[in-house]
């Protein structure tokens, strides 16, 4: 008989520097949705957001956007995003996974019908894209 997966809670992170979408989900419903969007003016400000963020769902890992070129090449922004995800492995000692993010605020625009506050739910849809690509459920009907 397969060893039972276990349950994990994911938080993901549509990283910017003036706005970080958060999105929640769990490995048993592979379901995303958005949470929130953070907005810190100061890096310290940013760090208090996110571990009151950490505290109250307690995640075991998280997902981080990585903004890549139309062609999959890094920029600038992809370097800021690992930066911000291995931050994030230093500062709370969480797994970190990063997620191809290209597409995903156009996706949550049409998704809103607006670009407002379109950053956690281009978050769910990055962690969305985490599930999806998950291997399928072991000792699953």
Not at 122 to 128: C, K, M, R, S, V
Request: proline share 4%; with cysteine.
């Amino acid at each position: 008989m397969p060893e039972a997966v276990a349950e994990e809670t994911l938080l993901a992170f549509d990283y910017g520097l003036k706005k970080i979408g958060v999105a929640i989900g769990n490995t048993l419903t592979r379901q995303a949705r958005p949470l929130q969007v953070l907005r810190p003016v100061t890096k310290e400000q940013r760090f208090q957001a996110i571990e009151a963020v950490l505290r109250e769902w307690g995640p075991q890992r998280v997902v981080v956007g990585l903004p890549l070129t139309t062609d999959g090449q890094e920029q600038y922004a992809s370097l800021r995003c690992r930066r911000f995800a291995n931050q994030l492995h230093g500062r709370y000692g969480l797994a970190v996974e990063l997620v191809d993010e290209r597409g995903t605020s156009v996706e949550a625009q049409a998704v809103l019908g607006n670009n407002d506050d379109d950053d956690a739910v281009a978050a769910a849809l990055i962690l969305q894209r985490y599930f999806d690509a998950l291997p399928a459920r072991q000792g699953s009907d």
